[in-house]
């Protein structure tokens, strides 16, 4: 398959670009930051976002979405990434909708999936319980009890757990480290025995804490089967973090854009100092960097999506610390090209460092990614 977008994809790109750089602007993001807006997005944006279809992506259509797949998701968030658009897209939209979507029984679909595409229902994945992305490592507990479950535990990172509606909680329902003991259960944010405490991140995004004490829930609260949550995850963890790159090349690629343009404006000696050949040098490296991320990234994607018996998973680790670095590379060669400017609030590069910092470490960072590549290939 060719590693470039088809028609259909590209239309979608140009579209969700030129929206979110109309509707989005880097200012909105810094609006949010400077009033400590209690949301931390525009509900009214993302009403619009859903009404294009960005809330639906991965959403079959007998439920309201438009029934694409991970590479479409992935032109949505690269636009996001382009813009910094603060918006609930990984944690509704990609963790949330592919979760219900793929292991939801009819009653969980035909519930949420309808009011996620429509944009009036928001999710996250409540998963982290350390410092770094582990999700092998579960000790939250879900006891069976009566006709439900009794949660205890607590997450932490649990992007937008603040707004969601619904929190989908992976507990242990067996043993004390094993894969085949984990579940997932769907629950209300606002139920008896759940505190959420809401953490503004570095780039002025959000997370939270999340703490269950004997949080109560029904049977019917469990998504697809008790003892199967650590292979359901592991399925839609690798389509997040596929999207999730997609993101970070955004990132780059919006990095390189400002850097190109101060470049060619910032003077010098009488010269502009893009006229400079160890800058130039410096931004042709930088740009062959970013080629090589986005083939990498679009080349995973279409593997995610053709489904293939040999997995992705090594692809998936290939793309996401490949975007990682990259966007890293990127945001620090654009603080350095603009100079002492780079550093100050002034100017909207910083967003794009901060925003990159906590998107690589979201979902396992490049060490993470590398190591478990190596596990991948028995290493």
Not at 206 to 230: F, K, M, Q
Request: proline share 3%; charged share 25%.
């Amino acid at each position: 398959m060719p590693i470039v977008f088809n028609d259909t994809q590209e239309m979608l790109r140009d579209s969700a670009m030129t929206f979110l750089r109309e509707n989005a602007r880097i200012s909105t993001l810094r609006t949010l930051r400077d009033t400590h807006d209690p949301t931390g997005f525009s509900r009214e944006l993302w009403q619009r976002c859903a009404a294009l279809g960005f809330a639906g992506v991965l959403i079959d259509e007998q439920y309201g979405g438009s029934g694409l797949g991970t590479v479409e998701a992935g032109v949505i968030a690269e636009a996001i990434g382009t813009t910094l658009a603060p918006l609930p897209f990984m944690s509704t939209a990609v963790l949330g909708a592919s979760l219900v979507g793929l292991f939801g029984n009819d009653s969980q679909r035909r519930a949420l999936l309808p009011e996620i595409a429509a944009g009036r229902h928001l999710t996250a994945l409540a998963l982290d319980e350390a410092a770094k992305h582990r999700p092998d490592r579960i000790a939250t507990t879900a006891r069976r009890e009566a006709d439900g479950y009794v949660l205890d535990g607590s997450k932490v990172f649990v992007v937008d757990g603040h707004v969601a509606d619904t929190l989908i909680v992976a507990a242990r329902t067996t043993g004390a480290g094993e894969a085949d003991g984990v579940a997932l259960f769907l629950v209300p944010r606002d139920s008896a025995g759940v505190r959420v405490e809401r953490c503004v991140l570095a780039d002025a995004t959000n997370a939270a804490r999340v703490a269950l004490d004997a949080a109560r829930v029904p049977a019917d609260a469990l998504l697809g089967t008790a003892g199967n949550g650590a292979e359901m995850l592991e399925l839609v963890l690798d389509t997040a973090r596929a999207v999730l790159s997609s993101e970070l090349l955004g990132i780059a690629d919006a990095t390189f854009a400002h850097t190109l343009a101060y470049l060619k404006e910032r003077r010098q000696f009488g010269k502009a100092i893009g006229e400079f050949q160890a800058l130039q040098h410096r931004a042709a490296h930088l740009f062959a960097e970013i080629e090589l991320t986005r083939a990498a990234v679009l080349r995973c994607q279409q593997r995610l999506d053709e489904r293939q018996p040999d997995g992705p998973e090594p692809l998936v680790c290939m793309a996401k610390a490949k975007a990682g670095a990259t966007a890293t590379l990127a945001v620090q060669e654009g603080v350095q090209m603009h100079g002492g400017m780079g550093m100050t609030d002034e100017l909207d590069i910083g967003f794009f460092m901060k925003r990159a910092r906590t998107a690589q470490e979201w979902l396992g960072d490049a060490n993470w990614q590398l190591d478990r590549w190596a596990a991948l290939r028995g290493y």
